[in-house]
């Protein structure tokens, strides 16, 4: 009863004007009230450039083809573009296409959906799974403007790792080109997350509901990873960029604009004051 209360409440607040959209999912995730209007912390920063940030620069960034591009164009040594095997919005083309032993499956719009594949695809497996992956949630209902930019496609890509263990996600929140806070996560391991200062200094910082890791060794080539990271993230007052250490390469994993659509909290919250403080929003260059 609960659950369903909760979708009835959730649905009522997806038809309501953005800004009192936006403030209300603040209120409930963050259990404070919002400040848009003059933003400090990161938290608020990000819900400011959703409500308010229309630049070009931003348009393409949860565009995953178009990001690949821009990171493939960015012709850094030894980063490595995952290969895209197809793109396309009917599913039944895959049946046409010559599929390695294993595979991903993901929206190219979209954010948190995978499918795992394993040769040949099976186009009924597929249908039934990809069913509502061509709708646009992110857009249309946490009203995330750069995801309504992003092409309504699905894509199959290389998979990173032996089946059922990928490498761990390092994501690198570059203000201004500076690289400055890493979030570790094992996916391997219960998506246990883990904060790091660029120098791998461990953080005792609480960033959402999986609890924080065991402090982890630094990945290799720490430097060349963080200088990929400047090099990508140099046109952005901010950016994540997440990338993976695999098979002695830097791989690129995707930009985020939007980290957590800025609803998850940090804990003590005087982090999240801190992180705000190194991102200077457009409007407020001149004042700085």
């Known amino acids: 009863m609960a ?3 909760r979708g009835a409440a959730q649905s009522v607040v997806y038809r309501l ?5 936006r403030r209300l999912l603040f209120a409930y995730y963050q259990r404070k009230l919002p400040r848009f209007g003059r933003p400090v912390t990161f938290s608020d920063k990000v819900n400011w450039r959703i409500l308010n940030d229309r630049r070009p620069l931003l348009e393409w960034t949860c565009d995953k083809l178009a990001m690949k591009e821009y990171a493939d164009k960015a012709g850094l ?5 995952p290969h895209t095997i197809w793109s396309g919005s009917d ?5 046409g296409v010559d599929l390695p032993e294993h595979w991903v499956l993901k929206p190219n719009h979209r954010s948190g959906l995978i499918y795992f594949g394993r040769g040949p ?11 509502t992956w061509l709708d646009s949630f992110e857009s249309s209902k946490l009203r995330e403007w750069a995801y309504a930019k992003a092409r309504p496609m699905l ?25 400055d806070l890493i979030e570790m996560v094992n996916r391997y391991d219960g998506n246990q997350q883990r904060l790091y200062r660029a120098d791998w200094t461990p953080l005792e910082v609480l960033y959402g509901p999986q609890g924080i890791a065991p402090i982890a060794p630094p990945p290799p080539d720490l430097d ?3 200088d990929i990271a400047h090099q990508l993230g140099k046109p952005f007052d901010f950016i994540r960029v997440d990338l993976y250490a695999f098979d002695g390469s830097i791989v690129f994993g995707e930009l985020t604009p939007y980290p957590c659509g800025g609803l998850e909290r940090f804990q003590p919250a005087s982090f999240d004051v801190e992180l705000g403080r190194k991102w200077q929003l457009p409007t407020l260059r001149s004042a700085a």
């Open 3 to 5: 659950k369903s209360l």
């Open 17 to 21: 004007p953005v800004g009192v959209e």
């Open 77 to 81: 040594a030894r980063l490595r573009v």
């Open 91 to 95: 599913i039944s083309e895959l049946q």
């Open 121 to 131: 695809a099976d186009q009924r497996e597929l249908s039934a799974v990809t069913a």
């Open 155 to 179: 894509l199959v890509e290389e998979l990173l790792g032996p089946p059922g263990s990928p490498p761990p996600d390092y994501k690198i929140f570059v203000f201004d080109g500076k690289p």
């Open 224 to 226: 060349r990873m963080l």
